[in-house]
């Protein structure tokens, strides 16, 4: 399991919980990167604060359930597929549409 991934088993999730597939931190840079978005833009599209995300793709600290679902539900909105980890290999994402 990355060690960087969240739990959906508690309401305040750590980077070091087990992988339950919601977002990893690097997810969510793969993602903004696909998307040319800076931290200050998921922020500002998930309507979160920018130190938020800084945050958790440093790894310093978790992230609420509820905040990790609302990333999640923000990229995927913007075309965004998550592929989860397996046998065949890690966790990652890619585009479902071209970004504009």
Do not use: Y
Request: with cysteine; glycine share 8%; hydrophobic share 35%.
């Amino acid at each position: 399991m990355a060690k960087h991934s969240l739990s959906t088993d508690s309401p305040s999730l750590n980077p070091s919980a087990p992988d339950s597939g919601l977002l990893t931190r690097e997810q969510c840079r793969a993602a903004r990167a696909l998307l040319q978005w800076s931290q200050c833009d998921l922020a500002g599209r998930a309507r979160i604060s920018a130190a938020t995300v800084r945050s958790f793709e440093r790894g310093h600290s978790g992230i609420k359930h509820s905040t990790a679902r609302l990333l999640r539900l923000t990229f995927e909105a913007s075309g965004v597929r998550f592929i989860e980890a397996d046998a065949g290999g890690g966790a990652g994402v890619c585009l479902t549409k071209p970004v504009p």
